[in-house]
């Protein structure tokens, strides 16, 4: 029997010199005009998570087993005047979930939201089954919602006594618009005639440029005391209506600012660049190493009358073949563009790239920020 195996082996050779600056007048824009809406929060203005406890009824046969169901709807058939003992109910029909909902901003009581069940127990599916009305608290433990309604899966398991075949998870279900509204989260969102905006992603580039196209608009009211936020003052044609200059100001447009960066993965092979990342003059060598090892076994048989045994001796052939090597010159006005073709020219692999990027990081050629998950 044979057995092949493939080494490749990939050579780096990496020459960095003095790093040119790319001219802006010749760097076209990495990042688009974007609105400040896309890039920033107001502060005070957020989601409240919900959470409950109920009991899913109508299945199938495919509820919990557990005492857990039980003695919920021992504690439900109270509620009406029946009294059970949870001993009593055998019932697989009931389900044991939680509930969860997010709160959005500015809900007012009577509105809906939708809400997600998941089985606690060891429920099979929760396909088919009604959730019962069930009080949905947030962290100070208040009930903001209500929650009760028809669960939709979206998947199926269906299955005999031999086999059983399932399509997505029928253990969690969503019900749209099934949470009411019982009391809405007052959102300050003016602090002493302040607004300050919050940045998704933290630049100080970013952050000044939010505040010039605000200042260029509504005058000297906006400065950004750090990379993550813009103090923006109310002015006072706006002071009856902060709504309406929160939205003037999601209108405007920026171009903002990212440090360059590459993120690899080196699990999955997935590298992301970001166009801003530049490379300093590198030469890169490619080349690759075949070693091929085969093993023909060979048969030792003695003469007749010899007096002697069979026996199997083995034999091994190694072959060992390298490529031509190839190498690449970049210029250090090299974009990471220039970089994938002169990879792919190569015929390099997503793993070859994420190692020549760990080289080029070392080597002081890789003008970025490398994150290696």
Same mark, same amino acid.
């Given at each position: 029997?044979?057995?092949?195996?493939?080494?490749?082996?990939?050579?780096?050779?990496?020459?960095?010199?003095?790093?040119?600056?790319?001219?802006?007048?010749?760097?076209?824009?990495?990042?688009?005009?974007?609105?400040?809406?896309?890039?920033?929060?107001?502060?005070?203005?957020?989601?409240?998570?919900?959470?409950?406890?109920?009991?899913?009824?109508?299945?199938?046969?495919?509820?919990?087993?557990?005492?857990?169901?039980?003695?919920?709807?021992? #504690?439900?058939?109270?509620?009406?005047?029946?009294?059970?003992?949870?001993?009593?109910? @055998?019932? @697989?029909?009931?389900?044991?979930?939680?509930?969860?909902?997010?709160?959005?901003?500015?809900?007012?009581?009577?509105?809906?939201?939708?809400?997600?069940?998941?089985?606690?127990?060891?429920?099979?599916?929760?396909?088919?089954?009604?959730?019962?009305?069930?009080?949905?608290?947030?962290?100070?433990?208040?009930?903001?919602?209500?929650?009760?309604?028809?669960?939709?899966?979206?998947?199926?398991?269906?299955?005999?006594?031999?086999?059983?075949?399932?399509?997505?998870?029928?253990?969690?279900?969503?019900?749209?618009?099934?949470?009411?509204?019982?009391?809405?989260?007052?959102?300050?969102?003016?602090?002493?005639?302040?607004?300050?905006?919050?940045?998704?992603?933290?630049?100080?580039?970013?952050?000044?440029?939010?505040?010039?196209?605000?200042?260029?608009?509504?005058? #000297?009211?906006?400065?950004?005391?750090?990379?993550?936020?813009?103090?923006?003052?109310?002015?006072?044609?706006?002071?009856?209506?902060?709504?309406?200059?929160?939205?003037?100001? *999601?209108?405007?447009?920026?171009?903002?600012?990212?440090?360059?960066?590459?993120?690899?993965?080196?699990?999955?092979?997935?590298?992301?660049?970001?166009?801003?990342?530049?490379?300093?003059?590198?030469?890169?060598?490619?080349?690759?190493?075949?070693?091929?090892?085969?093993?023909?076994?060979?048969?030792?048989? &003695?003469?007749?009358?010899?007096?002697?045994?069979?026996?199997?001796?083995?034999?091994?052939?190694?072959?060992?073949?390298?490529?031509?090597?190839?190498?690449?010159?970049?210029?250090?006005?090299?974009?990471?563009?220039?970089?994938?073709?002169?990879? #792919?020219?190569?015929?390099?692999? &997503?793993?070859?790239?994420?190692?020549?990027?760990?080289?080029?990081? *070392?080597?002081?050629?890789?003008?970025?920020?490398?994150?290696?998950?």
């Amino acid at each position: 029997m044979k057995k092949s195996y493939m080494k490749s082996l990939l050579m780096f050779a990496l020459v960095a010199a003095i790093c040119a600056a790319v001219s802006p007048s010749f760097a076209a824009p990495v990042q688009p005009m974007v609105r400040v809406k896309d890039i920033v929060t107001i502060e005070g203005v957020r989601d409240n998570q919900l959470v409950g406890m109920g009991l899913v009824v109508g299945l199938q046969g495919t509820g919990d087993r557990g005492g857990m169901a039980s003695q919920m709807m021992s #504690n439900m058939t109270s509620q009406f005047g029946v009294t059970m003992d949870p001993k009593q109910i @055998r019932s @697989r029909n009931a389900a044991v979930v939680t509930v969860t909902c997010q709160l959005p901003a500015f809900m007012s009581p009577g509105q809906n939201a939708d809400v997600v069940v998941s089985a606690m127990g060891d429920a099979k599916s929760l396909e088919g089954g009604v959730l019962l009305q069930t009080p949905l608290k947030a962290a100070n433990g208040g009930v903001y919602a209500v929650a009760q309604g028809p669960l939709t899966i979206g998947g199926w398991a269906e299955g005999g006594a031999a086999s059983r075949t399932r399509r997505n998870v029928v253990t969690v279900g969503r019900i749209p618009n099934g949470a009411i509204i019982e009391q809405g989260v007052n959102m300050n969102y003016s602090y002493d005639g302040y607004i300050n905006l919050l940045l998704r992603n933290s630049d100080f580039t970013t952050a000044q440029r939010v505040a010039a196209a605000i200042n260029q608009k509504f005058g #000297n009211v906006a400065f950004a005391p750090d990379a993550g936020q813009v103090s923006v003052k109310l002015p006072a044609n706006y002071a009856n209506s902060p709504a309406a200059f929160i939205a003037s100001i *999601e209108s405007l447009t920026i171009r903002p600012d990212t440090i360059a960066k590459i993120v690899v993965n080196e699990r999955t092979g997935t590298i992301v660049m970001g166009g801003n990342v530049r490379i300093g003059n590198t030469a890169v060598a490619h080349g690759n190493l075949m070693v091929r090892v085969s093993e023909s076994p060979q048969v030792s048989q &003695p003469g007749p009358f010899s007096g002697g045994v069979t026996a199997v001796t083995p034999q091994t052939d190694i072959q060992a073949s390298e490529g031509v090597a190839q190498l690449v010159e970049l210029p250090s006005t090299s974009t990471v563009t220039d970089l994938t073709n002169a990879m #792919n020219a190569v015929g390099a692999t &997503p793993r070859d790239l994420i190692a020549v990027l760990q080289a080029m990081d *070392e080597a002081g050629a890789l003008h970025g920020t490398l994150v290696i998950q």
